[in-house]
């Protein structure tokens, strides 16, 4: 491996070269202005897998964008790793936010910034760049390759699961590999071994026909947004633990040793409230901080309106009163039970002088882990730790990468989650960066997994 690392070095530059080139391509795949951007930059996807020394790299047209494949499996008898990401990216707005172009990328602070320069093209190619040293110095991997990079991860991925499902008797994989996420803290690794599952919900009231005077109506009808109050105020305790009969029946408790590491993590409870701006937080008794973003279920309000809602007055008693609610589920939680759980409470507390409906917006997925004993697990420990000098942390993560669920439910196959980026990169936000030595490291750490797997 001392020769690929000497090799990654001296071609330092150059791979920062590649870099610079795959940020300039404004693939955001939620603007139809960019779809033909999103294309080319699956193209140019493509030919990064074909640089590296991949094989059989197809660009598979969907419904929408692209997904790119290329494989390498010249390792008969070895594992096979599926190494997943995303070539689109997120908006770019509020454009004036930015300190130079969105796609036109620059240097400061051994950073490079651009959109997508950490979520997720720079980790992408950390990936391709690992694989094309390997080959370029060996001749070969120590494990077969698949690559599947699609360009629709930042609207939900509609189309993925259906090419899953579709190729999944060609592919016979062992792990899945994502770098989607970050590190801890810089020359700080981590390993996401848990991630929640996402359920969305849309919630109407509906009460008279058409929006009333509230003089002349007010006291006589039910108001659809006092109705919709009341039945969400019945959701939650006053301690933010949910009171619906059964929410948390399938929640099993954290294991003591896993309890047990995430109080060694170096987290500091006060810097976290400090930097949203807080001075404590809320939420369910008996469970630390960590342990109730990561290994708890949540039922939150995202949205709630109805009525007027412009300047001024307007003394409306309205006909239709919204709500958007979204679960964040832990494992052995069924996304389909939990929405019939949901709307089975809001329907029998809704008052007779109105009608409610509940619906499941389309999206989301279930919850993952990765068991600590998993050998994957062990050799993905080895690569960071020599890598960066420091122990990784296994950590979990409250937000939900709905990829990895599918990977286990078509797949059959756990996941690794190794992020690169680190928590300052402003990933969705203006100034996007990522820090360059970490980029370098990362990729080397990438060389002795493989070699490990």
């Known amino acids: 491996m001392e020769a690929i690392f000497r090799a990654l070095r001296d071609a330092c530059a150059a791979r920062q070269e590649q870099l610079e080139a795959y940020l300039r391509l404004p693939s955001i795949s939620s603007d139809p202005r960019h ?3 999103v294309a080319e930059c699956a193209r140019f996807t493509a030919h990064l897998l074909q640089q590296a020394g991949l094989e059989q790299v197809v660009v598979h047209p ?34 004036d936010q930015w300190v130079q172009g969105p796609f036109v990328p620059r240097y400061h602070d051994q950073r490079i910034f651009a959109r997508g320069a950490t979520d997720d093209k720079g980790q992408v190619l950390m990936h391709i760049q690992a694989v094309a040293a390997i080959l370029r110095e060996t001749g070969g991997l120590p494990v077969n390759v698949i690559f599947l990079l699609e360009g629709e991860e930042e609207i939900g991925s509609p ?33 996401t071994t848990l991630l929640r599952g996402l359920v969305l919900l849309d919630v109407v009231v509906t009460g008279p026909k058409r929006d009333l005077h509230s003089g002349s109506f007010g006291g006589a009808v039910a108001n659809p947004l006092e109705m919709l109050a009341r ?8 301690t933010g633990t949910v009171r619906i009969p059964g929410f948390y029946d399938a929640v099993s408790p954290p294991a003591a040793a896993l309890r047990a590491h995430w109080a ?24 630390s901080l960590l342990e109730r973003l990561w290994m708890r279920p949540t039922l939150e309000i995202n949205g709630l309106w109805g009525g007027h809602t412009g300047p001024g007055g307007k003394t409306v008693l309205p006909s239709l009163a919204h709500a958007k609610l979204s679960m964040r589920l832990v494992p052995d ?83 690794l989650l190794i992020g690169f980026g680190l928590p300052d990169a402003n990933a969705h936000a203006p100034n996007e960066s990522l820090h360059l030595p970490t980029f370098h490291t990362g990729i080397e750490s990438l060389v002795r997994l493989l070699h490990y797997l």
């Open 231 to 238: 039945l969400l105020a019945s959701l939650k305790d006053d």
């Open 264 to 287: 060694q993590l170096p987290f500091d409870e006060g810097d976290y409230w400090h930097a949203l701006g807080l001075s404590q937080g809320w939420g369910e008794v008996g469970y």
């Open 333 to 415: 939680q069924d996304p389909d039970a939990m929405v019939a759980l949901v709307k089975g409470h809001l329907l029998a507390m809704a008052p007779p002088q109105v009608t409610i409906e509940v619906s499941r917006i389309p999206g989301g997925g279930c919850a993952a882990s990765v068991p600590h004993d998993w050998p994957m697990l062990q050799a993905a420990r080895r690569a960071l730790r020599e890598s960066f000098q420091h122990e990784p942390l296994l950590i979990g993560e409250g937000s939900s990468i709905p990829v990895v669920a599918d990977f286990k439910k078509w797949l059959g196959v756990h996941t």
């Open 62 to 95: 969907t419904p929408g964008h692209p997904v790119v494949v290329g494989s390498w499996r010249g390792a008969p008898g070895r594992p096979t790793v599926l190494i997943y990401g995303h070539y689109d990216v997120q908006p770019v707005d509020p454009l």
């Open 35 to 37: 779809k033909g951007d």
């Open 159 to 191: 189309h993925l699961p259906a090419f899953i499902q579709s190729h999944r008797a060609e592919w016979a994989v062992d792990l899945a590999l994502v770098s989607d996420s970050y590190m801890w803290a810089e020359n700080r690794p981590a390993i």
